[in-house]
């Protein structure tokens, strides 16, 4: 076992797969399979279960998947030192978020932190599982989501952003559903959220109190491909005010209602420490 072995191991588990990983590292999948077999072999047991064409962490492998974290962290970390130390207050801050929130909310949240010089902002999307199990390990400083989380275990600080308001829109193709709506919505193709997403119980509530039953033609939890979707006439959907503004005002999507009782609150979560008081103070300045 070898430092190559833990590299290609950990490229591996984050990819998910070895087609992925050979692809981001610029090896053959042949050449990353076997250095794989050799780390096991060298451990003496499978870190991985094959699901569908993809790679499982197992129990084993999540254990020895916390610890690589840790080593290729520090690894970062310290040529992250030496490439700034002639400027030792430098500091990078790395957030994670979900793609249903807004990316109109996201810049909002990310704009203060660029008028402070010594910071640097790493910007990471993805599904909730995934980034709160990267703010658990260390390996971001702030997640933003639409649900609340907890953590006993330490001090964190919670804070609470304005819920953003949804409307329900479609295509000049379907303008002609403003006539019996919302009746009308069950004739047209729906794209929904994902089970992840908060969002999806509430549109099925909608559905529900309004007799509607329309045809789920699929189930994405990013605002920006729904977005594009429904632009292109192939469904309506239900997506926030900063997603909409523009293409409504260019006349390429039509709003059907406002959503009153479909609202997303965005929370963010960081660490409550004293090397964080900057992003603190920074947080309490944004609405």
Known sequence: MNYN????????AKEGSIKAASTKLHLSQPTLSDQLKTFEDAIGEKLFDRRSRKLILNERGKLVFKYTNKIFQIGNELVEALQNKENKDNRNVNIGFVPTIAKGKIYQILLPFL???????KVIEGEFDFINKAFEMGDLDII?????????????????FVASTFYIVCSPKFQD???????????IPFMNYTSRSDLQHQIFQYFHEHSIHPQIIGEVDDVNIIRRFTQN???????PKSVIAEPVDEGKLIVLSELEDIKITVHAVFRDSPDNKIIKEIMETIN
């Open 115 to 121: 008028d402070h010089a010594e910071l640097k902002i």
């Open 177 to 187: 559903a403003k006539k019996k709506f919302p009746k009308s919505l069950s004739d």
């Open 144 to 160: 933003i989501c639409e649900k609340p989380i907890f953590h006993s275990e330490k001090s964190f600080v919670f804070k609470k």
């Open 233 to 239: 006439s192939h469904c309506f959907s239900i997506l």
């Open 5 to 12: 072995h833990l590299f290609y191991f950990w490229n591996i």
